[in-house]
Nanobody, 111 residues
Framework: QVSFVESGGGLVQPGGSLRLSCAVSGPIFSDYPMAWYRQAPGNQREVVATLSTGGITNYADSAKGRFTISRDNAKNTMYLQMNSLKPEDTAVYYC?????WGQGIQVTVSS
């Protein structure tokens, strides 16, 4: 069974930065790929970034060059560094592991 504790969301102005954290309990963290998803009001949940066990990353076109996914296996924690945030990045963000999502954390980009 997987459980998550997400943190780091909030309100930020356009152009600002946030770092989301997701502490994971349960499985051997380093054995599995992971991802961040997001869901804006009225939209379907979409993948933002993925990270394989071998360190290969993939990003949605909207996130490329601005977001960075990473993991700290010693801390069983995954991160999403988000820079140059735009109002269209406003959404609930979810970490993902083993076909399970975290509880979600709100990110609001607004002046």
């Amino acid at each position: 069974q997987v459980s998550f504790v997400e943190s780091g969301g909030g309100l930020v102005q356009p152009g600002g930065s946030l770092r989301l954290s997701c502490a994971v309990s349960g499985p051997i963290f380093s054995d599995y790929p992971m991802a961040w998803y997001r869901q804006a009001p009225g939209n379907q949940r979409e993948v933002v970034a993925t990270l394989s066990t071998g360190g290969i990353t993939n990003y949605a076109d909207s996130a490329k060059g601005r977001f960075t996914i990473s993991r700290d296996n010693a801390k069983n924690t995954m991160y999403l560094q988000m820079n140059s945030l735009k109002p269209e990045d406003t959404a609930v963000y979810y970490c993902w592991l083993l076909d399970t999502w975290g509880q979600g954390i709100q990110v609001t980009v607004s002046s």
